[in-house]
């Protein structure tokens, strides 16, 4: 039931004459064609793509909260320490690699990080969607509940913010859990160029 | 001392390099080929395109450009300047969509017939001011679906062409992004497009853009000349209308 009434109060956000989400979901079932890798199922709006579509990234607090408790449930963290190499995870913070129909399904993809967030220092050419994330560690430490943040918040970063810019990167198959590891290890090992 | 004199004479190649590039554009040599193959009897009925109706009377190619995209009415939708080039293909030359379609994004070394055709039209609409159509009901249409698609989410990163073109001040690495659906962004932008592009001397066109932005957002590939891609390029010339097309443009 409450469900239905989210939905409501959603359908009542869209202000202009513009086709609703799952017409535009209909017209780009029909004018899309798989390639490669690139499957016509990722057209299919999950709760959390149609929810931040429909409310344009600014989604009622009440809805935000439920959609991201269940986006915290698709969280899974593996045995032991989160804590891998930053040398490996510089070099997958560099690549933007993966998920494309030109990359080769299977292929080890990157984690497109420096396209948006500057890390290490060494790095000028890095983006700005996202926040400066140098000197992460340096502040905060490398506590065993510091390393579930941010190897949550890689894995999907929706568990924290609906709306958030940043793709799911574990959920979405982008990075390995092993790959996270090696970029939790990149933002709070004291060791990285990151917290130099 | 030394370090300083270098970037100085850096800077100065640099701005030689752009003013040469502003002179005399390598998107001349492509509308050289372009103007070419506007007039090269091709297809099963060994017919030119110089009679294709661009929306201004068949063979009218001044300033006819600048008011794409538009409704046709013989192909009963919106078409932007290559969709209405590739219908032209089919009905005055009689080839298959497919032939036609064979081979649309090209490469330096062997642009695309699309490619040369857009750079030859686009440069006749030099000093015509943006002019899309928005009047009739299938161009409103268009002109609603390319802004709904322009905030959708959809793909394995759940990208909206906003992701990135939404909020002033932003970059990739060092590229900036123009939030495209504010007409002070959208304006110089469209002014320019299609171009000639410097890091793989190729010429780039609109529908590579669209298809090359789906591919970065992750998405299964848009079809060429697709009512998605077309009204994604109508929302955009909209939003850019008034501004005097000045292209075909460089980019980096």
Same mark, same amino acid.
């Given at each position: 039931?409450?469900?239905?009434?989210?939905?409501?109060?959603?359908?009542?956000?869209q202000a202009s004459a513009d086709p609703t989400s799952p017409e535009v979901q209909k017209v780009m079932?029909?004018?899309?064609?798989?390639?490669?890798?690139?499957?016509?199922?990722?057209?299919?709006q999950?709760?959390?793509?149609?929810?931040?579509t429909e409310?344009r990234?600014?989604?009622?607090?009440?809805?935000?909260?439920?959609?991201?408790?269940?986006?915290?449930?698709?969280?899974?963290?593996?045995?032991?320490?989160?804590?891998?190499?930053?040398?490996?995870?510089?070099?997958?913070?560099?690549?933007?690699?993966?998920?494309?129909?030109?990359?080769?399904?299977?292929?080890?993809?990157?984690?497109?990080?420096?396209?948006?967030?500057?890390?290490?220092?060494?790095?000028?050419?890095?983006?700005?969607?996202?926040?400066?994330?140098?000197?992460?560690?340096?502040?905060?430490?490398?506590?065993?509940?510091?390393?579930?943040?941010?190897?949550?918040?890689?894995?999907?970063?929706?568990?924290?913010?609906?709306?958030?810019?940043?793709?799911?990167?574990?959920?979405?198959?982008?990075?390995?859990?092993?790959?996270?590891?090696?970029?939790?290890?990149?933002?709070?090992?004291?060791?990285?160029?990151?917290?130099? | 001392?030394?370090?300083?004199?270098?970037?100085?004479?850096?800077?100065?190649?640099?701005?030689?390099?752009?003013?040469?590039?502003?002179?005399?554009?390598?998107?001349?040599?492509?509308?050289?080929?372009?103007?070419?193959? /506007?007039?090269?009897?091709?297809?099963?009925?060994?017919?030119?395109?110089?009679?294709?109706?661009?929306?201004?009377?068949?063979?009218?190619?001044?300033?006819?450009?600048?008011?794409?995209?538009?409704?046709?009415?013989?192909?009963?939708?919106?078409?932007?300047?290559?969709?209405?080039?590739?219908?032209?293909?089919?009905?005055?030359?009689?080839?298959?969509?497919?032939?036609?379609?064979?081979?649309?994004?090209?490469?330096?070394?062997?642009?695309?017939?699309?490619?040369?055709?857009?750079?030859?039209?686009?440069?006749?609409?030099?000093?015509?001011?943006?002019?899309?159509?928005?009047?009739?009901?299938?161009?409103?249409e268009s002109y609603e679906l390319g802004r709904a698609l322009y905030f959708h989410r959809a793909?394995?990163?759940?990208?909206s062409c906003a992701?990135?073109?939404?909020?002033?001040?932003?970059?990739?690495?060092?590229?900036?992004?123009?939030?495209?659906y504010?007409?002070?962004?959208?304006?110089?932008?469209?002014?320019?497009?299609?171009?000639?592009?410097?890091?793989?001397?190729?010429?780039?066109?609109?529908? /590579?853009?669209?298809?090359?932005?789906?591919?970065?957002?992750?998405?299964?590939?848009?079809?060429?000349?697709?009512e998605t891609?077309?009204a994604l390029?109508h929302f955009?010339?909209?939003?850019?209308?008034?501004?005097?097309?000045?292209?075909?443009?460089?980019?980096?």
């Amino acid at each position: 039931m409450r469900g239905i009434a989210l939905f409501s109060a959603l359908i009542a956000l869209q202000a202009s004459a513009d086709p609703t989400s799952p017409e535009v979901q209909k017209v780009m079932q029909r004018d899309f064609h798989p390639r490669g890798q690139a499957t016509m199922e990722r057209l299919a709006q999950d709760g959390v793509q149609r929810v931040c579509t429909e409310t344009r990234d600014r989604p009622p607090a009440e809805v935000a909260k439920a959609l991201e408790a269940d986006q915290m449930k698709t969280i899974t963290y593996p045995q032991g320490s989160l804590m891998g190499d930053w040398k490996r995870g510089e070099t997958i913070a560099q690549s933007g690699r993966g998920l494309t129909w030109n990359d080769k399904a299977g292929e080890a993809g990157g984690g497109s990080c420096y396209n948006c967030h500057e890390l290490s220092p060494q790095e000028f050419s890095h983006g700005t969607i996202g926040p400066s994330l140098r000197g992460f560690g340096k502040t905060r430490g490398a506590g065993a509940d510091l390393q579930r943040y941010v190897y949550g918040k890689i894995y999907n970063a929706k568990a924290y913010n609906l709306c958030s810019q940043m793709p799911r990167l574990g959920l979405s198959g982008t990075l390995t859990p092993e790959q996270i590891k090696d970029l939790v290890a990149l933002l709070l090992d004291p060791a990285s160029p990151v917290n130099q | 001392m030394a370090c300083a004199a270098q970037a100085q004479d850096a800077s100065k190649e640099i701005q030689r390099y752009r003013q040469m590039i502003a002179e005399g554009s390598p998107a001349e040599l492509f509308e050289l080929e372009g103007e070419a193959l /506007w007039k090269k009897p091709q297809g099963p009925k060994n017919a030119s395109l110089e009679k294709c109706d661009l929306g201004r009377g068949p063979g009218v190619l001044k300033g006819a450009y600048a008011r794409l995209p538009r409704y046709f009415k013989d192909a009963d939708r919106v078409m932007d300047l290559e969709t209405r080039l590739l219908y032209c293909m089919t009905t005055l030359q009689g080839r298959s969509r497919e032939d036609a379609t064979k081979r649309v994004f090209g490469t330096a070394d062997q642009p695309s017939e699309m490619e040369s055709l857009s750079a030859y039209i686009a440069a006749r609409s030099r000093g015509t001011k943006l002019d899309p159509g928005i009047s009739h009901p299938k161009e409103k249409e268009s002109y609603e679906l390319g802004r709904a698609l322009y905030f959708h989410r959809a793909g394995a990163w759940d990208f909206s062409c906003a992701s990135c073109h939404g909020e002033e001040g932003k970059r990739i690495r060092m590229q900036d992004l123009p939030v495209l659906y504010k007409p002070e962004f959208a304006r110089p932008v469209m002014a320019s497009w299609p171009a000639y592009r410097l890091s793989t001397s190729g010429f780039i066109t609109l529908q /590579w853009r669209m298809n090359d932005c789906y591919r970065q957002m992750r998405t299964p590939e848009p079809t060429f000349g697709s009512e998605t891609t077309v009204a994604l390029i109508h929302f955009l010339t909209v939003t850019a209308r008034g501004e005097t097309y000045h292209g075909p443009g460089n980019k980096r």
